[in-house]
C-alpha cells in the first residue's frame, strides 16, 4: 500500500456566522480519482480550499506524503504539487489565454517575458484539454466553457502531483466533459491523485476510484470502487432516496406565448432563427457551448440587443432594445453566469431577491420593504435556500446556494416566460429535483419555459421539444419522443437531420 | 455602521485634543466658523459620494465651484442680470456639466477620471476668461441675498447656528432618504458593485449612473454659490482650489469606497466635519497653515488604516461567535 499523497484529519473552519467543516478527514492516494460529493453548502469546495492554502483551517492536520504540513499560501501548496481548479473562475479577463496559464510563472529569457516559449508551452496545454484556440485570444472573448478548459490547463501547467478540481465540468457540454474525464484518466496513468467534485453523479461513477461523501460540513460516508452507484451515492448524499427524478407531465400546449421570428443576434448575425414556445410548455435548447444559445436567450431579453427580426410576447413586439421593456412584459431570464450577471456578490441574499421587483414593488418610488422581506422569505424557504439569515452577503454562500438566489430573484417577478439558461449548474441532486418541479408547476400554471442545458438527460428529461442549435442556428427540432442522446448530439454537431431516423425534417419557421 | 463609529470617534479625539492645546478652539465664534466651512464642504461631500458609490470619480467640483462662484456675482455686478436670471442661469450651468460628465461617461464609455479632470482643467479655465482673472464679487450690494451664507440664527445666548447649516441639513436628509429608502438609491448600490448584473434585472444602469454625476455637479453649484455669497468675492485663479480632493477625502474616510457600492451620507458628513476641524486646529496650534496638507494626508491614512483594522477584528470577532454558538447549540 504506498503512503497517501494527501492527508486530512479533523478538519474544522468555520466563517462569519456559519460552521462549513465539523472535523472533517480524507486521504488520497497516488493514481486515484477520488470524487468528492455532498449537497449544496456541504463544505466540499471550503475542504479544496484548505487543502490547496487557499483558506487555512481553524484546527486539524493536514499531511502531504506523510510529512505534517501548514499551507499559508496558495504558492506553498504549488510547492508541494498540490494545484486547484476553483469552482468559480479566477482568471484575468483582460489578459490573453497564455498569459493566463504561465500567470505569476512566465517563463523568461535574459530576464524579459519570453512570448514565444509561451505561446508555444501555451498550445501544448490547450492540446490536452482539447482546446483549439490561439493563446493569443483575449480571454474574455471566450465563452465561459472555454474559460474553464483555460483554467483547467493552466492546472496542468504546473504539473501537479495532486490535482483538486471544483465542479471542473459544471460549465462544460457534455463531450467537453467526456474529454476533460479521458484527460483524467491520463493523468491518473500517470501517477498523479485527482480529487475530483462534481453534482453529475454519471460522471463521478465513470471515473471515480473512491467516493467521499459531505453532509453539513462531516464526513457521511465512502464508498469503495464496487460500491459506487446512483441510488447508494445519493441515498448518502441526501439520506433519502430519490424517486422519479423527472416529474415534468407534458401538457396540452396552449396558446403561442413566445413567438421569436427570423432574430439575427449580434454573434452570429448571418443566421436567422425563429422558434415558438406555447403556455404550459417546456422548450429545451441543445447544443455545444459556443453554439449561440445563451446568446439567443440574451437577444430576446434585450441585454444584448439582436440586429435584426421580431420578438413577440403573447402576440405583441417586444422592445428588444431594453430588458426593462422586456421585464415588464413578463419575460424573466436566469442568466448562465451568476457571478457576473446575476448576483451582486456583496449584496445580501436579501437585496438580491428583490433586486429585478423593486420597481414593481415601490411605493412612489420609495422602497417596499415589507414586500421585500416578505419575498425574501417567499423564495428562501421555496427554494430551499441555505443561509444564516436574509441579511448575509450571496457572496459567502455555497455556490449551489447562489445559483438559487438567482432563480428566487427571477421567480419573484412572477414571469410568464421564463428563460433558463443552464438553470442546474453547480446544483446538488435534490436541489435539482426541486428546480424540476418548480419548472413543471409554473407550466401548469401556463408559463412558457425556454431553458438551454448542456446536459442530455436533462433535456431529454424535462422538455416537451427541443431545439438543438449548432454554429449560431437551429438546426434541429426533436419532438419528446424522439429526444434521445444519438438524435441530439447529431443535430449539434451539425449532422444533417435527415441522418437520424427518427429525426423529423425541420418545418419552415426552423430556417435552415 | 461600524465604519462610522470609527471615524465618528477619530472626530472626537481630534476635537478633544485641540480644545486642550488650544482655548479659542472652544469659543463661539470659532465653532460657529467651522461649523459654517464643515457645512458648505459637506454638500459638495454628499454630491460627489453619490459619484463614487457608482464607481466613479469627480475631479472637477472645484472648478465648477469656481465657475459659479465667479459666475454669479460676475452677471449680477458686471452684466447687471437681475436675480430671477442669474440664479437659474448657475443652475442650469452646474446640472448641464453634470450632464455632459455622466453622458460622455455612459454612453461614450469615457472613464470618468478623464472627463472629470479635463473638467477641471476647462471650468476653471473659462471662468479666469470671462472675468479676465479679475476678482469678481458683490461689494456693498446684494446683502440680503448674502444672509443666505452670511446669515445667523439664534440659538442659545452668545451662539448662532450659521445659515449654512440649514442647507446642509436640508440635503443630506433628502441625500440619505434617496440613498436608503428609494428605489433609486438601491439601484445605484447595485451597479456601483456589478453594473452588468444590474443590467440584467432591468435596470437603467446608464440613467442612473448620469443622475449621479448631475447630483454632484449640482450641488457643487449649490456649494459653489453659498461659498461666493459668504466670502464675498472670488478669484478665478484659486477660488475653490483642491475643493473636490477635500470632497473626496471626506467621502471616503466617511466610509465610501472608490471601488463603487458603498456609502452612507452620515459618515460623509463626519467625514466633512472631520476635515474641517483638522485645517481648523492647524490654524490654532501652528499658527501657520504650511503643513496643512501633510497632516491632513496622514490623518487620512490613519483613518483608512484603522478602518481596515476595525473590519478585520470585527470579521474575527464574528467568526469565533458562530462557532461558540454552534458548538453550544449542539452540547
Ligand atoms: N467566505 C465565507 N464566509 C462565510 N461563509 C462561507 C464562506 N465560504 C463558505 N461559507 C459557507 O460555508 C458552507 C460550505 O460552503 P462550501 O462552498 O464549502 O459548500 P460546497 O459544498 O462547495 O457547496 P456547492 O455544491 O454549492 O458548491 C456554506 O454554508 C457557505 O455558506
Ligand atoms: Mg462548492
Redesign the pocket.
Same mark, same amino acid.
Given at each position: 500500500m504506498s503512503l497517501p499523497l494527501l492527508e486530512a484529519n479533523r478538519l474544522e473552519k468555520s466563517? @462569519?456566522?456559519?460552521r @462549513?467543516l465539523r472535523g472533517v478527514s480524507m486521504s488520497l492516494k497516488p493514481a486515484e480519482v477520488l470524487a468528492v460529493i455532498?449537497? $449544496?453548502? @456541504?463544505?466540499?469546495?471550503?475542504?479544496m480550499k484548505i487543502l490547496a492554502g487557499v483558506q487555512s483551517a481553524d484546527s486539524g492536520e493536514l499531511k502531504v506524503d506523510g510529512a505534517a504540513r501548514a499551507f499559508r499560501s496558495v504558492g506553498e501548496a504549488l510547492s508541494h504539487g498540490v494545484a486547484l481548479i476553483h469552482?468559480e473562475l479566477n482568471l484575468a479577463e483582460t489578459l490573453d489565454v497564455g498569459a493566463n496559464i504561465f500567470l505569476g510563472r512566465e517563463p523568461r529569457r535574459f530576464g524579459l517575458i519570453d512570448e514565444r516559449k509561451i505561446r508555444s508551452e501555451a498550445r501544448r496545454y490547450l492540446d490536452q484539454v482539447g482546446l483549439s484556440i490561439d493563446p493569443t485570444t483575449p480571454l474574455n472573448a471566450l465563452p465561459i466553457g472555454q474559460q474553464q478548459l483555460v483554467e483547467i490547463a493552466k492546472a496542468l501547467s504546473v504539473n501537479a502531483r495532486v490535482l483538486i478540481m #471544483?465542479?471542473p465540468t459544471s460549465s462544460l457540454s457534455g463531450h467537453e466533459a467526456q474529454s476533460l474525464l479521458k484527460l483524467i484518466d491520463t493523468l491518473r496513468s500517470r501517477g498523479v491523485g485527482i480529487v475530483y467534485?462534481s453534482?453529475r453523479l454519471a460522471e463521478v461513477e465513470a471515473i471515480a476510484d473512491r467516493v467521499e461523501v459531505?453532509r453539513d460540513?462531516e464526513n457521511a460516508g465512502a464508498l469503495q470502487k464496487g460500491e459506487i452507484c446512483h441510488a447508494k451515492m445519493v441515498s448518502l448524499m441526501v439520506g433519502r432516496e430519490l424517486s422519479q427524478f423527472y416529474p415534468h407531465q407534458t401538457l396540452a400546449p396552449g396558446a403561442a406565448i413566445l413567438d421569436v421570428q427570423e432574430l439575427r443576434t449580434a454573434t452570429h448575425p448571418k443566421h436567422r432563427n425563429s422558434l415558438t414556445v406555447h403556455a404550459g410548455e417546456i422548450v429545451g435548447i441543445a447544443g455545444l457551448v459556443g453554439a449561440g444559445r445563451t446568446e439567443l436567450l440574451e437577444a430576446i431579453f434585450g441585454v444584448n440587443p439582436p440586429v435584426g427580426g421580431t420578438v413577440l410576447v403573447q402576440g405583441f413586439p417586444l422592445n428588444t432594445r431594453s430588458p426593462q421593456a422586456v421585464i415588464k412584459a413578463g419575460v424573466a431570464l436566469v442568466p448562465e453566469d451568476r457571478k457576473h450577471s446575476g448576483l451582486v456578490l456583496e449584496m445580501s441574499v436579501r437585496e438580491n431577491i428583490s433586486l429585478a421587483t423593486l420597481a414593481r414593488d415601490q411605493r412612489l418610488g420609495f422602497l417596499n420593504r415589507e414586500r421585500e422581506q416578505s419575498l425574501c422569505q417567499e423564495m428562501t424557504s421555496a427554494m430551499n435556500i441555505?443561509?444564516p439569515s436574509a441579511d448575509q452577503p450571496v457572496?459567502?454562500?455555497?455556490?449551489? $446556494?447562489q445559483q438559487k438566489v438567482v432563480i428566487g430573484k427571477w421567480l419573484a417577478a412572477a414571469p410568464r416566460v421564463l428563460l433558463l439558461d443552464e438553470p442546474t449548474r453547480?446544483i #446538488?441532486i435534490g436541489a435539482k429535483q426541486e428546480i424540476y418541479r418548480l419548472m413543471d408547476e409554473l407550466a401548469s400554471r401556463g408559463v412558457g419555459i425556454l431553458f438551454v442545458s448542456s446536459e442530455l438527460e436533462e433535456i431529454i428529461g424535462m422538455a416537451d421539444r427541443a431545439l438543438v442549435m449548432h454554429e449560431g442556428r437551429i438546426r434541429g427540432e426533436l419532438k419528446r419522443a424522439e429526444l434521445s442522446e444519438e438524435s441530439i448530439m447529431n443535430l449539434a454537431t451539425g449532422g444533417d437531420a435527415s441522418h437520424g431516423s427518427s429525426i423529423v425534417q425541420t418545418a419552415s419557421p426552423f430556417s435552415l | 455602521m461600524k465604519k462610522i463609529l470609527g471615524i465618528l470617534a477619530l472626530l472626537i479625539v481630534v476635537c478633544i485634543l485641540t480644545a486642550c492645546l488650544s482655548s479659542s478652539f472652544l469659543s463661539a465664534y470659532n465653532i460657529e466658523n467651522v461649523l459654517r466651512r464643515s457645512a458648505l464642504f459637506g454638500i459638495l461631500s454628499i454630491g460627489v459620494a453619490f459619484v463614487i458609490i457608482t464607481g466613479g470619480i469627480d475631479l472637477s467640483l472645484g472648478s465648477v465651484v469656481c465657475l459659479v462662484g465667479c459666475a454669479l456675482p460676475w452677471l449680477l455686478t458686471v452684466q447687471h442680470w437681475p436675480l430671477s436670471l442669474a440664479i437659474p442661469t448657475v443652475a442650469a450651468l452646474s446640472i448641464g456639466i453634470g450632464l455632459a460628465h455622466g453622458l460622455l461617461v455612459t454612453k461614450l464609455r469615457i472613464q470618468p477620471f478623464i472627463v472629470t479632470l479635463c473638467g477641471l482643467l476647462l471650468y476653471r479655465g473659462i471662468a479666469r476668461g470671462f472675468t479676465r482673472d479679475q476678482t469678481v464679487g458683490f461689494g456693498n450690494e446684494f446683502k440680503p441675498l448674502r444672509t443666505l451664507a452670511t446669515g445667523k440664527i439664534p440659538f442659545l445666548p452668545g451662539f448662532d447656528i450659521p445659515a449654512p447649516l440649514i442647507f446642509l441639513v436640508v440635503v443630506a436628509i433628502v441625500a440619505a432618504i434617496f440613498l436608503n429608502r428609494t428605489i433609486y438609491g438601491r439601484y445605484l448600490l447595485a451597479l456601483g458593485r456589478n453594473p452588468q448584473a444590474a443590467t440584467y434585472s432591468g435596470i437603467r444602469t446608464e440613467r442612473m449612473t448620469i443622475l449621479a454625476y448631475v447630483i454632484s455637479s449640482g450641488l457643487a453649484g449649490l456649494g459653489g454659490a453659498l461659498f461666493v455669497l459668504d466670502v464675498n468675492s472670488a478669484q478665478p485663479v484659486d477660488f475653490g482650489n483642491f475643493y473636490e480632493l477635500y470632497a473626496i477625502a471626506a467621502a471616503v474616510l466617511g466610509g465610501c469606497s472608490l471601488r463603487g457600492g458603498e456609502g452612507a451620507i452620515v459618515g460623509v458628513l463626519i467625514g466633512a466635519a472631520l476635515m474641517q476641524v483638522l485645517r481648523n486646529t492647524i490654524t490654532l496650534v501652528t499658527e501657520k497653515n504650511n503643513v496643512e496638507f501633510a497632516i491632513i494626508g496622514a490623518v487620512i491614512l490613519v483613518g483608512v488604516i484603522a478602518d481596515e483594522l476595525t473590519r478585520r477584528i470585527a470579521y474575527r470577532r464574528r467568526t469565533a461567535q458562530a462557532l461558540r454558538q454552534t458548538i453550544t447549540s449542539e452540547a
Open positions: 466563517f @462569519a456566522g456559519v @462549513a455532498g449537497e $449544496n453548502g @456541504a463544505g466540499k469546495s471550503t475542504l469552482q #471544483d465542479e467534485i453534482h459531505l460540513g441555505k443561509t457572496q459567502f454562500l455555497s455556490g449551489g $446556494n453547480g #446538488d | -
